[in-house]
Nanobody
């Protein structure tokens, strides 16, 4: 079973960029569908983007054209490049790995978009 650690969050001004990373320990990283989720205060956790074992990506409508998800199976890592950030992108961002009934979450990293 994988374990996940996120990094790269922080404070950025509107219009700025951040790159989140998710490092996975354990074996068979390549078989997992990997995803980024976020949860803003008082709101439900929502899917931001996902990438499956074949490299097929999926994005929430709110981030299409601004965010890019990628994975490096050789390094057991996944990234989320976030451009043109908006205040409404402010949330705790979580990395998730899932395969069939198995689901593993990271601890989360805070992203704050504010001037």
């Amino acid at each position: 079973q994988v374990q996940l650690v996120e990094s790269g969050g922080g404070l950025v001004q509107p219009g700025g960029s951040l790159r989140l990373s998710c490092a996975a320990s354990g074996s068979m990283f390549s078989i997992y569908t990997m995803g980024w989720y976020r949860q803003a205060p008082g709101k439900q956790r929502e899917l931001v983007a996902s990438i499956n074992s074949d490299g097929i990506t999926n994005y929430a409508d709110s981030v299409k054209g601004r965010f890019t998800i990628s994975r490096d199976n050789a390094r057991n890592t996944m990234s989320l490049q976030m451009n043109s950030l908006k205040p409404e992108d402010t949330a705790v961002y979580y990395c998730r790995a899932n395969f069939q009934v198995l689901s593993v979450w990271g601890q989360g990293t805070q992203v704050t978009v504010s001037s």
